[in-house]
């Protein structure tokens, strides 16, 4: 929400600062280098839309921690449920003694997600997590062991999510063997697969699974409705209605990774609801907690229950303080109009980046919805990937004191993912950096 007592953008040294740099020295020798940052500055507070770091600047937010931060960090409702949970009790253990804010997520969870039919959740901790547990329970209810995943994917860095994932710079290399049973299909990806339609797409895939897994050995279909790290594709009309259909016909458990596009950011409350695809399974995670870990897998009563009691579970899975936050969460949706909100940041910076398109021949395409939008850079007059501008482009942001990430199986994706809580004015002092950035790249 607009929220004019939100500090805007203030540089008061060149970014990153002296502190950063001093801590980014520490970073190196402490950290493994496995574990990468994508601003090199350190953050002390962030608040609604913007982050504070350690030299004092301001930098707008344009990322959400990786669209964690829906709500805004640091959201007050989130704040004082936290808080006031902290004081009662941190952990029991759902599984020793269980507590009321777990039953209450998976209650929001069934009557949120997508179709009115009885529905059952499990929470974890991380989206990778709730994946695999997706899987695991698709496996028990079909008595099958094939998974099925798409071009461009992202599902976690554990070993099935990373056998799932498709990319292997950086998520993969080195780190096999993965699990097997994983098998990779064509996806619909409009701006590279030369105006394939949604309907001819899904059975581009449908036909490779037939032909080289056959429909009655696969467990699931786990899809992202709008691919997130992949490059934020945003598959043809049609196509995910194909492949609900053509699940159902097969009884194959159709499961929905809505781990960064859940929780209003698409402008829906998950993005399955903009073609009304109703999956088997949800899996939530990032948005869903403000920033406190939690992951769930949500879904068909008949599904989620296949597994046996105490086949599910994780010390910490559902751990109470998240649960407070969740709440909060879906309350401040509710009642502050989020999904709205995600709409209205859709038309600003749609405008803003069509425009900035017409421009330059260089930003080959611009897509995405509500506010997960991202721009495809490529050699102009051609869909050659131009990674090195989107690395120049993010890195010319940064020392201007805004946040954006970059993202693509090509590197070549500049992504927004914005705070809903960011207001008019931060958003389009963000895209204005954005775009000067370009002048400069
Ligand atoms: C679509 C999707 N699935 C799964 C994951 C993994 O989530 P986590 O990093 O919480 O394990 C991510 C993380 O970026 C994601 O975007």
């Not at 309907?199 to 449908?206: G, I, M, N």
């Not at 016909?249 to 993005?271: I, K, P, S």
């Not at 007059?381 to 131009?386: C, E, F, K, V």
Request: aromatic share 4%.
């Amino acid at each position: 929400m607009s929220d004019a007592a939100t500090p805007a953008r203030r540089l008061v040294t060149e970014v990153p600062g002296p502190r950063s740099r001093a801590l980014m020295a520490r970073k190196s020798k402490a950290v493994a280098r496995g574990i990468g940052t994508t601003v090199p500055v350190f953050a002390t507070t962030a608040h609604g839309g913007t982050v504070v770091d350690v030299d004092g600047n301001t930098l707008i937010d344009l990322g959400s921690g990786i669209a964690v931060t829906t709500v805004g960090s640091s959201a007050p409702r989130v704040v004082d449920a936290v808080r006031d949970q902290v004081g009662a009790f941190t952990h029991t253990c759902f599984m020793v003694t269980p507590y009321e804010p777990y039953v209450a997520v998976a209650e929001a969870l069934n009557r949120l997600t997508p179709g009115d039919h009885p529905k059952r959740t499990a929470l974890f901790n991380s989206g990778a997590e709730a994946v695999e547990n997706a899987v695991k329970i698709a496996r028990v209810h079909t008595g099958r062991t094939a998974v099925a995943v798409v071009d461009h994917a992202y599902h976690g860095r554990t070993n099935l999510t990373m056998a799932m994932t498709a990319k292997v710079q950086p998520y993969k290399q080195g780190f096999g063997p993965f699990a097997g049973e994983v098998y990779r299909v064509p996806t619909s990806y409009p701006f590279r697969d030369g105006g394939l339609d949604g309907v001819e797409a899904a059975r581009r895939a449908t036909d490779q699974l037939d032909q080289q897994v056959g429909a009655t050995n696969l467990a699931a279909l786990v899809i992202e409705p709008i691919q997130g790290e992949g490059g934020f594709v945003v598959p043809a009309p049609g196509f995910l209605p194909a492949l609900a259909d053509w699940c159902r016909e097969h009884g194959v458990v159709l499961v929905a990774d809505e781990v960064q596009t859940g929780f209003a950011r698409t402008g829906a409350m998950f993005a399955c609801d903009h073609e009304g695809v109703v999956p088997d399974l949800v899996v939530t995670a990032k948005g869903l907690a403000g920033g406190l870990p939690l992951s769930a897998v949500t879904g068909r009563q008949e599904v989620m229950d296949a597994p046996g009691p105490g086949g599910l579970g994780g010390t910490y899975g559902g751990n109470p303080l998240a649960c407070a936050a969740a709440l909060a969460v879906v309350e401040t949706i509710e009642a502050d109009g989020l999904v709205e909100r995600a709409r209205e940041v859709e038309r600003l910076v749609l405008t803003r980046l069509r425009a900035l398109q017409d421009a330059d021949p260089r930003v080959g395409d611009v897509r995405g919805r509500g506010a997960m939008i991202a721009l495809e850079l490529v050699r102009p007059g051609t869909t050659d990937p131009d990674p090195d501008l989107a690395r120049a482009v993010a890195a010319e942001a940064h020392r201007q004191g805004v946040v954006v990430l970059t993202c693509g199986t090509y590197g070549n994706v500049v992504r927004l993912l914005p705070p809903l809580a960011i207001s008019d004015a931060e958003l389009t002092e963000g895209l204005d950096v954005l775009v000067a950035a370009f002048g400069t790249a």
